[in-house]
C-alpha cells in the first residue's frame, strides 16, 4: 500500500486529547515539547475525537495521546498509534494522601480493573480503600453515583471521573501527575520516531515494489495482503490501497486452487493472460512467517528467453555476403537480386534452386542481411555433410544423458542457436527421410524437441533451403517427402548457372582476382584496382566464355586462384606492374580443363529427338518465367503446366 511522502526531518505530529481537567495539564507542559514535536490539544474524546482523526488525511497526527476512557476508545478505533497516560506508584500515593485529609471514606476508580499493582501497594501501607472501576463514559456516572450512595466521600481517578465526583458534591482528587503526562508525550516522541522510521522502510519497500515489472503481493500467515504493487493490482482489477489486511483470495477468488501450495513455481490465469506465479517465504521476527506471491506474465518469460538466447550466438553465426556481393548485370542476375530484396521482407520459407557453385549460400546471406532479422544468427548447415545421427543431434540438440558421450547439461542444436534469425539447409536433398518428418515438425509448429526430452522449446526462425538436384525427383523415388517439398517450397529462387550469363564472366574473374590479390602480400601493389586486373585477364575473355563452367562460379574462382599464384611468381618492371598480360597460352597449362571440354563437348553434339524437344520447352518456360517476373504460379497458369511439371522440365536440360 502506497503511503503520503514526508519529511522525514519534519517534526513529528502529536495530538493530545482530553476532555476533562487532562486538559489542563497538556497545556501546562506543551512549551516543554514545542521544539521536538508539532504539538496540538484536542478537546474532544471519543466518536468525536475519531471523526476529527480521520478527516485531515494527510495531515494526520503520528501518535495520540489520551488518557482513561477516551483511550481506550481511540486505540481500537483509530489507525495511528495511541499513548495511554498510566498514574505512576507516586502519583496512586500522593492522590491518596490528599483525599483522606478530611477524613472522608475513600474510594479508587480506574478504567478498566484496577492493576494488582496498585492493590498490592495499597495493602502493604494498610490504607482503608474501595476500589472500584469502569469501561466508558457512560458507565463512569453510575459508578460515582453508587459510591455515593455507599458512604464514600472521596473519590481518586481519572479526569471524567475526578469531574462526575465534583458535579455530585463529593470530595475530587485527580489521578494524573505532570511527571505521569510528561513520562507519556516522551513516549509519545519514541513511539513517533519508530513509526516514522517504519514508514520510511515501508515507502523504500513500496517504491521498489512499484518498480518490479513483474507483480508482486506480500501476504502474512492468514493469507492477508500486507503490500503489493500497482502491476499486481492492475492485473486483477483491485485497488492496491483498498487491498491491505484483506484476503488475497477474498479479493481474487479466480486464485483459488491454482497457487502454488508450497514454495516453488505454478502455473495461472487471470483475466484471460497465463502467469508464472512464484511462492517463496516472507520472514519475521515479530510474528508467524508470510508468502511473498510473483506474478510474471508467461510472454514475458518467453520474450526474455528468445533474447537471452538470441544473445548467446557466437560469431561464427553471421552473415557475411551481401546484395551487393552477388556480381553480375544479366537480366537473370537483376531477377534474382529483384526477388531477394522482395523475399527479404517477408518471414515465408524460401527454397534456393541452381546448380553447383551458383552462389545459393551467398543469396540467403544476402536475403538475410536485408530482413528484419539481420541483428540475429543466420546459421548454415549443410544437410550431406554429416552421418544421420550426427545431423540429427547437431539440428535438434540434446539433454544431458541422451546417449553415450552426450555433453554434461545437454547442448541446444542448430535450431535454437538460430532463434529470432535464419536457419539455412544447404544440400536439403540429402536429408535423411527419418529426419525430414522432424523438420516438418519445425516448419509447422515452430518448436524443436532435443533428443531425449519431452518438452518442446518455442523457436521464431526462418528457414532458407537450397538444392542442386531435382526436389520432384527424390519425391517420385521416394527419397524426399512430398509435404516437406511443399512446405519449403513457398518461396523460390532459381540461381542461373554461369554459361547462361556468359557476360558475366570478365566481371565476375576481375573481382576474384581482385579478392585473391588482397590475400596474397606480393599481388597487392601490382593488382591496386578493377583496371589492373582486367588488363591483366584482357587475353583471357574468349577461352573464358567458351568453357561451360559445370562448377559455376566456385569452378571460376578455383581457376583465379591459379592464376593469382602464377601472377605472383611474373617478374615485374620497375614500376612494379607485370611485363606480360597473362596469356591463352599460360592458361592452358593452369587450367587445362577450360580447353579440354570442347573435344568432350562434341562427341555429344547430336542430341536425340527427345533431348532436342526438352531443350525447347524449357527455353520457352524460362522466356515465360522472365516475362512473368519469375512469377511461378503466373507461369504454370498461362503454360497449363503443374508447378512439379515445370520443375522437371527445367531441371531435365540442366
Not at 84 to 111: N, Q
Not at 213 to 218: L, S
Not at 359 to 377: I, N, P, T, Y
Not at 625 to 636: M, N, S, T, W
Request: aromatic letters at 6%; glycine letters at 8%; one cysteine or more.
Amino acid at each position: 500500500m502506497s503511503t503520503p511522502p514526508f519529511d522525514p526531518a519534519q517534526r513529528p505530529r502529536i495530538w493530545a486529547v482530553s476532555i476533562s481537567r487532562l486538559r489542563d495539564l497538556f497545556f501546562d507542559i506543551a512549551g516543554e515539547y514545542v521544539e521536538r514535536a508539532d504539538l496540538r490539544i484536542v478537546s474532544h474524546g471519543f466518536e468525536d475525537a475519531v471523526h476529527e482523526i480521520d478527516a485531515v488525511g494527510a495531515g494526520r497526527p503520528d501518535v495520540v495521546i489520551a488518557g482513561g476512557s477516551n483511550g481506550a476508545y481511540l486505540k481500537t478505533r483509530v489507525s495511528v498509534p495511541v499513548v495511554l497516560i498510566g498514574p505512576t506508584g507516586f502519583d496512586v500515593m500522593h492522590a491518596l494522601a490528599r483525599a483522606r485529609r478530611d477524613g472522608a471514606k475513600v474510594a479508587l476508580v480506574t478504567h478498566g480493573d484496577t492493576p494488582d499493582e496498585v492493590r498490592r501497594f495499597i495493602a502493604a501501607y494498610d490504607i482503608d480503600v474501595t476500589f472500584a472501576s469502569y469501561q466508558s463514559a457512560q458507565d463512569a456516572e453510575s459508578v460515582v453515583l453508587d459510591l455515593r450512595d455507599r458512604g464514600i466521600g472521596a473519590v481518586v481517578g481519572p479526569g471524567l471521573i475526578a469531574d462526575l465526583a465534583a458535579n455530585a458534591g463529593m470530595g475530587a482528587v485527580f489521578l494524573y501527575s505532570r511527571a505521569s503526562v510528561r513520562a507519556a508525550f516522551d513516549t509519545a516522541l519514541e513511539v513517533a520516531q519508530a513509526t516514522r522510521r517504519e514508514t520510511v522502510r515501508r515507502q523504500r519497500l513500496d517504491n521498489l515494489l512499484q518498480h518490479l515489472r513483474d507483480g508482486v503481493v506480500a501476504l502474512d500467515a492468514q493469507g492477508r495482503v500486507e503490500a503489493m504493487n500497482q502491476r499486481l493490482a492492475d492485473v486483477l482489477g483491485i485497488d492496491a490501497a483498498q487491498a491491505v489486511g484483506r484476503a488475497l483470495l477474498d479479493l481474487a477468488p479466480d486464485l483459488a486452487g491454482s497457487l502454488p501450495d508450497s514454495d516453488g513455481d505454478a502455473f495461472c490465469t487471470v483475466r484471460g493472460a497465463s502467469y508464472v506465479v512464484h511462492r517463496g517465504p516472507l520472514a519475521s521476527s515479530t510474528s508467524a512467517p508470510g508468502t511473498v506471491l510473483t506474478f510474471q506474465e508467461s510472454r514475458a518469460v518467453e520474450r526474455l528467453d528468445r533474447t537471452l538466447r538470441s544473445r548467446q550466438r557466437v560469431q561464427q553465426f553471421s552473415a557475411r555476403y551481401r546484395l551487393g556481393d552477388i556480381v553480375g548485370a544479366a537480366d537473370s542476375i537483376e531477377r534474382v537480386r529483384a526477388l531477394v530484396q522482395r523475399y527479404a521482407k517477408s518471414d515465408a520459407t524460401v527454397l534456393i534452386l541452381g546448380e553447383s557453385g551458383t552462389g545459393k549460400e551467398m543469396v540467403a546471406q544476402s536475403m538475410h542481411q536485408l530482413s528484419a532479422r539481420r541483428d540475429f544468427a543466420f546459421v548454415a548447415i549443410n544437410c550431406g555433410a554429416f552421418p544421420e545421427a550426427l545431423l540429427e543431434s547437431e539440428l535438434f540438440g540434446y539433454e544431458e544423458g541422451a546417449f553415450t558421450g552426450a555433453r554434461k547439461g545437454g547442448k541446444a542444436g542448430l535450431i535454437e542457436v538460430a532463434h529470432r534469425g535464419t536457419l539455412f539447409l544447404d544440400e536439403i536433398a540429402e536429408m535423411p527421410l527419418s529426419l525430414q518428418s522432424r523438420l516438418l515438425r519445425v516448419l509447422q509448429e515452430r518448436e524443436v524437441v532435443r533428443l531425449g526430452s519431452t518438452e518442446p522449446t518455442r523457436v521464431d526462425i526462418r528457414v532458407v533451403a537450397a538444392t542442386h538436384r531435382a526436389l520432384t525427383e527424390g519425391i517420385e523415388a521416394g527419397s524426399f517427402r512430398a509435404d516437406l517439398y511443399y512446405r519449403l517450397n513457398i518461396l523460390s529462387i532459381a540461381l542461373p548457372p554461369l554459361r547462361e550469363r556468359p557476360t558475366d564472366l570478365l566481371p565476375l574473374a576481375v573481382e576474384l582476382l581482385l579478392q585473391a590479390a588482397s590475400r596474397e602480400p606480393r599481388l597487392a601493389t601490382r593488382l591496386p584496382d578493377a583496371d589492373a586486373a582486367r588488363r591483366v585477364l584482357a587475353n583471357l575473355s574468349e577461352p573464358l566464355k567458351r568453357y561451360t563452367w559445370p562448377g559455376n562460379v566456385r569452378e571460376l574462382q578455383n581457376v583465379i586462384e591459379r592464376i593469382a599464384v602464377e601472377l605472383a611468381d611474373t617478374d615485374t618492371d620497375a614500376n612494379g606492374a607485370a611485363e606480360t598480360v597473362f596469356t591463352g597460352d599460360v592458361l592452358r597449362t593452369v587450367a587445362p580443363e577450360i580447353f579440354a571440354q570442347p573435344q568432350a563437348r562434341t562427341k555429344k553434339t547430336a542430341l536425340t529427338l527427345r533431348e532436342r524437344s526438352r531443350h525447347v520447352e524449357a527455353d520457352e518456360i524460362r522466356t515465360a518465367l522472365a516475362a512473368c517476373d519469375g512469377d511461378r504460379d503466373a507461369v504454370c497458369q498461362a503454360l497449363g503446366i503443374s508447378k512439379t511439371t515445370l520443375w522437371r522440365k527445367l531441371s531435365a536440360t540442366q
